[in-house]
């Protein structure tokens, strides 16, 4: 069976060591995170402050894991598949998420300063609260998404789709730029 980026290496105990990262490389996870393997799905929950900070997870399989509160901060998870992730105050702050899939992750209250969202799927994706100052969503697929309080101050969401979502008491401010034609002063935002 050949191994592809993001899956679970285990010991000959059948204990969880690291994520297979491509080559030869791996991250060992030591005292940095804990993981529970149900049947249906991978769960995974980060404890320190080292995590996957500044780990190439490019186009790794993370489907419904549970990343909540992790230090994901300067990592590259260019076209990751996060759909149903739980990415809840995660640390995401200057991450490659170029065409990632997050459609329905739960990213309440995540922080992704200057993150790089472009051309990513977040299709019923919750942001509530989500800390989004100087992100690039340009051409982001935002259907349905709830960014309800989110803080979008300097944000680019240049040809992204803003169907159907929630953008009930956003901040902004004048550096943010907004898809051709959307008038963001019809919403009830905070400026």
């Known amino acids: 069976m050949e191994r592809k980026k ?13 994520i297979y ?24 929950s980060f404890y ?8 190439d997870l490019n186009g790794a399989y993370l489907y419904c894991a549970n990343l909540s509160g992790a230090n994901l901060k300067g990592t590259n998870l260019h076209g990751a598949d996060l759909r149903v992730a739980a990415l809840a105050h995660a ?10 899939d997050l459609g329905g992750a739960k990213l309440r209250g995540a922080k992704l300063t200057r993150a790089n969202l472009s051309g990513a799927n977040l299709r019923g994706a919750n942001l509530t ?3 989004l100052t100087r992100a690039d969503l340009r051409g982001a697929y935002l259907r349905g998404a709830d ?25 902004y401010n004048k550096d943010t730029v907004w898809p051709e034609g959307f008038k963001p002063w019809d919403l009830r935002a905070k400026r």
Not at 91 to 100: G, M
Not at 155 to 165: K, M, Q
């Open 48 to 55: 320190t402050e080292d995590s996957f900070k500044g780990v």
């Open 21 to 44: 990262l491509g080559g030869i490389e791996y991250y060992n996870f030591k005292r940095s995170m804990v993981v529970r393997i149900s049947i249906k799905r991978l769960k995974v």
């Open 91 to 100: 640390n995401l702050t200057r991450a490659d998420l170029t065409r990632a």
């Open 6 to 18: 993001g899956d679970l290496l285990l010991s000959w105990q059948k204990k969880p060591v690291g």
């Open 129 to 131: 609260g989500a800390k």
């Open 147 to 171: 960014l309800t309080g989110a803080n979008l101050e300097g944000a680019d969401l240049s040809g992204a789709d803003l169907t159907d979502t929630d953008l009930l008491n956003i901040k």
